[in-house]
């Protein structure tokens, strides 16, 4: 069945390091391709998305590409900042549109 | 626009009572969920439903009822409260792009 794995955490890094969290996810046909962002205490926001091979999502310094060869979706920030420490889920929606399959989410701590 | 709104956002329940959490969304969105996170976990479905009338179970039913009589509402029930229902509960809905979430209901049952 369809499924993501995502890297786990929790990950530590000091402001304006280099981020990356990796994600990579078993389905049939073309998904679409999500990130949300979970801050403490608050339910999920997208981050971003990609809906077809090669597409890259971008939002608030984040990016992914989407890479049907490798079947990944790494997300990456160039300069991580404190106000960035949360807890990232990587999402597909299947083919058909109807479900959502989440990973295990990373935590992310960024120390000044 | 509110978005997703759930009620109520904590409850305790003493084991063997039950409860409806409440959720509702003002987007005409065809596509509802609800989500259980369990601490330090992801996400886990629970009940889905792609339109008024239709509903279906996902990785986790047992122990909930739902119910979906109209677009807004697609409330979650659960009949005999369990410890293994503590849990933050997520309600979420869609419409062909990403999942708009609620804020959530923290439920603890001793």
């Known amino acids: 069945g369809d499924s993501v794995t995502q890297m786990e955490g929790p990950v530590t890094l000091s402001e304006e390091a280099f981020l990356t969290i990796n994600c990579t996810y078993t389905?049939?046909?073309?998904?679409?391709l999500f990130w949300y962002v979970q801050y403490p205490g608050e339910g999920l926001q997208l981050l971003l998305k990609?809906?077809?091979?090669?597409d890259k999502g971008s939002n608030k310094g984040f990016e992914a590409t989407y890479r049907k060869e490798t079947t990944s979706f790494h997300l990456e920030k160039g300069s991580v900042q404190v106000s960035d420490s949360a807890v990232y889920f990587c999402?597909?929606?299947?083919?058909?549109?109807?479900?959502?399959?989440f990973g295990t989410g990373t935590s992310l701590t960024v120390i000044p | 626009n509110a978005g997703v709104t759930q009620t109520p956002k904590f409850r305790i329940l003493k084991i063997g009572q039950s409860m409806t959490l409440q959720c509702t969304q003002d987007?005409?969105?065809?596509?509802m969920y609800w989500y259980r996170q369990d601490p330090g976990m992801g996400l886990k479905l629970i009940y889905y439903?792609?339109?008024?009338?239709?509903?279906d179970k996902g990785e986790v039913p047992n122990g909930y009822n739902v119910s979906r009589s109209t677009t807004e509402d697609f409330p979650l029930r659960l009949e005999l409260a369990a410890p293994s229902q503590t849990s933050v509960y997520f309600c979420?809905?869609?419409?062909?792009?990403?999942?708009?979430f609620g804020p959530g209901t923290r439920l603890t049952v001793t």
């Open positions: 990609a809906t077809k091979a090669d």
């Open positions: 389905a049939t046909g073309y998904p679409s």
């Open positions: 439903s792609v339109g008024a009338g239709i509903t």
């Open positions: 999402a597909l929606r299947t083919n058909t549109g109807n479900q959502f399959y």
């Open positions: 987007m005409n969105h065809n596509y």
């Open positions: 979420a809905s869609s419409e062909g792009g990403g999942l708009e």
